[in-house]
């Protein structure tokens, strides 16, 4: 994911409904990916990670699906709360590094009551 | 699970003043990483350490230093502080060996003037 400004992508969906978020990553060589939730005034939360060995993986309301040809990773969230509503970014382990994260720069997740 | 805390929540500080900001990881984590976030610019490496008093520099290390003495602590060390410092610093760690997410602490907002 490339920075895209100062201002983030918005989402605004109605509580209850699905949400999902994509990130469009840079390396086509990275072979592991998450998804952080960061909340305002807060460090980031780790919620889900993929490897590039697979195309989906599910937690708990939360879905991370993987498409390497495109390079399009996406973050779907069921039965999205008010809770949820944070900013959520992509991050990709590039294959050549055994540490270092690319971060993207975020979409802003609004849950309306 | 994880806890990564930072010494303080926010700071103010002045030109040319030296700053510590303070780190302590309790999963007995390899990696300890230090970041500072601004709008736009995403997350930025700034210093990482695979062991201790061992470090590397990240992608921003100008105006910075580090120390890590124990392995559950990692300080990043602004030897003279300027404006242009004022910024959100997080610290992570993670088990090392590739293919580990990041854990990050709640985060530091400091401001110089």
């Known amino acids: 994911g490339e920075s895209v400004g100062l201002h983030l992508p918005t989402l605004s969906v109605q509580e209850g409904d699905n949400s999902i978020i994509n990130c469009a990553y840079s390396?086509?060589?990275?072979?592991?990916f998450i998804w952080y939730k960061q909340e305002s005034g807060k460090g980031p939360q780790f919620i889900i990670d993929?490897?590039?060995?697979?195309d989906k993986r599910q937690g708990q309301r939360v879905t991370v699906l993987l498409n390497k040809t495109v390079k399009h990773l996406s973050l779907q969230i069921a039965a999205t709360q008010p809770g949820d509503s944070a900013v959520y970014f992509c991050?990709?382990?590039?294959?050549?590094?055994?540490?270092?994260?690319?971060f993207g720069s975020g979409t802003r997740l609004l849950v309306r009551p | 699970d994880v806890k990564v805390t930072q010494s303080s929540r926010y700071l103010v500080k002045r030109t040319g003043e030296k700053v510590f900001l303070e780190c302590v990881q309790d999963?007995?984590?390899?990696?300890m990483f230090w970041y500072r976030q601004d709008p736009g610019l995403g997350l930025r490496l700034i210093y990482f350490?695979?062991?201790?008093?061992?470090?590397e520099k990240g992608d921003i290390p100008e105006g910075y230093s580090v120390s890590r003495e124990k392995k559950e602590r990692f300080s990043l060390i602004l030897e003279s502080a300027s404006t242009n410092q004022t910024s959100m610093y997080l610290c992570?760690?993670?088990?090392?060996?590739?293919?580990?997410?990041?854990?990050f602490g709640p985060g530091t907002r400091l401001t110089v003037l």
């Open positions: 991050a990709e382990n590039p294959m050549d590094s055994s540490y270092k994260l690319i």
């Open positions: 390396n086509s060589a990275s072979d592991y």
């Open positions: 993929i490897r590039s060995n697979m």
């Open positions: 999963m007995d984590h390899e990696n």
């Open positions: 350490s695979y062991d201790v008093k061992m470090k």
């Open positions: 992570a760690s993670n088990r090392g060996g590739g293919l580990d997410t990041q854990y």
